[in-house]
C-alpha cells in the first residue's frame, strides 16, 4: 500500500503496520491465543490504546492481519505469468523467517475454524487456481496437481521440512 501523502496518515500507517507484524511475530511465537492487547503493544513498543485505537478489537486485529498476508500472496499469484515466477513465490516462502510463515498457516487455520473468514481461504484458492490455469492452460486435468504441490511446499517450509520446488516445473512441462 502506498504511504499517505498526508504525515499524520503516514505515521498513523505505519504505526498500523507495525501492529500487524508484532501480531504476526506473536501468532509465529505461541498462535493466535498470544495475541491480546498488551502483547501486542508490547511487541511493537506502543501503549496499550494505540492497539484499540487502530483496531476495533484484537479480533479485528487478527483478521487485519490473515487480510494482509493473503492480500500480499493473492497479489503476487495475480501477476505471475511462468513456472520460475511461482518457484520464486514458494522460494520466498521458504526463505522468509519460519515464525512468520508458522504465522501465516496459523492465521489461515484461524479461518478455517471461522464461517465468517472462509471467504479469505477461497481468496487464495481461487488466486492459486487461477494462476495454475495460467500455467497449464491445455492441461486442466494437471492443475490440481500444480495446486496441492504449491500448499505442500509452503506447508514444508512452514514445517522446516525439505522442499523441491522442481516439482512445480516437471508438473508445468508434463
Same mark, same amino acid.
Given at each position: 500500500?502506498?504511504?499517505?501523502? #498526508?504525515?499524520?496518515?503516514?505515521?498513523?500507517?505505519?504505526?498500523?503496520?507495525?501492529?500487524? #507484524?508484532?501480531? =504476526?511475530?506473536?501468532?509465529?511465537?505461541?498462535?493466535?491465543?498470544?495475541?491480546?492487547?498488551? /502483547? $501486542?503493544?508490547?511487541?511493537?513498543?506502543?501503549?496499550?490504546?494505540?492497539?484499540?485505537? *487502530? @483496531?476495533?478489537?484484537?479480533?479485528?486485529?487478527?483478521?487485519?492481519?490473515? %487480510?494482509?498476508?493473503? #492480500? &500480499? *500472496?493473492?497479489?503476487?499469484?495475480?501477476?505471475? #505469468? %511462468?513456472?520460475?515466477?511461482?518457484?520464486? =513465490? $514458494?522460494? +520466498?516462502?521458504?526463505?522468509?523467517?519460519?515464525?512468520?510463515?508458522?504465522?501465516?498457516?496459523?492465521? @489461515?487455520?484461524?479461518?478455517?475454524?471461522?464461517? +465468517?473468514?472462509? /471467504?479469505?481461504?477461497?481468496?487464495?484458492? %481461487?488466486?492459486?487456481?487461477?494462476?495454475?490455469? &495460467?500455467?497449464?492452460?491445455? /492441461?486442466? +486435468?494437471?492443475?490440481?496437481?500444480?495446486?496441492?504441490?504449491?500448499?505442500?511446499?509452503?506447508?514444508?517450509?512452514?514445517?522446516?521440512?525439505?522442499? +523441491? %520446488?522442481?516439482?512445480? /516445473?516437471?508438473? $508445468?512441462?508434463?
Amino acid at each position: 500500500m502506498p504511504e499517505p501523502a #498526508d504525515g499524520r496518515l503516514r505515521k498513523g500507517e505505519r504505526r498500523r503496520r507495525s501492529l500487524l #507484524d508484532a501480531t =504476526l511475530r506473536l501468532v509465529g511465537r505461541g498462535g493466535t491465543a498470544a495475541v491480546t492487547q498488551r /502483547a $501486542v503493544a508490547a511487541e511493537a513498543g506502543v501503549p496499550p490504546s494505540a492497539v484499540l485505537y *487502530y @483496531f476495533a478489537s484484537v479480533d479485528g486485529l487478527l483478521v487485519a492481519a490473515l %487480510t494482509s498476508v493473503n #492480500d &500480499r *500472496y493473492v497479489a503476487r499469484l495475480d501477476t505471475l #505469468d %511462468t513456472i520460475e515466477d511461482l518457484v520464486e =513465490l $514458494v522460494e +520466498d516462502c521458504a526463505r522468509q523467517d519460519r515464525l512468520l510463515t508458522i504465522a501465516e498457516y496459523e492465521l @489461515f487455520l484461524h479461518a478455517a475454524r471461522r464461517e +465468517d473468514l472462509r /471467504a479469505e481461504l477461497r481468496r487464495w484458492d %481461487t488466486a492459486l487456481a487461477g494462476a495454475a490455469a &495460467r500455467l497449464l492452460p491445455a /492441461a486442466a +486435468d494437471r492443475r490440481p496437481l500444480l495446486v496441492a504441490a504449491v500448499n505442500g511446499l509452503c506447508l514444508a517450509a512452514a514445517l522446516g521440512s525439505p522442499h +523441491d %520446488t522442481g516439482v512445480l /516445473a516437471r508438473l $508445468v512441462d508434463g
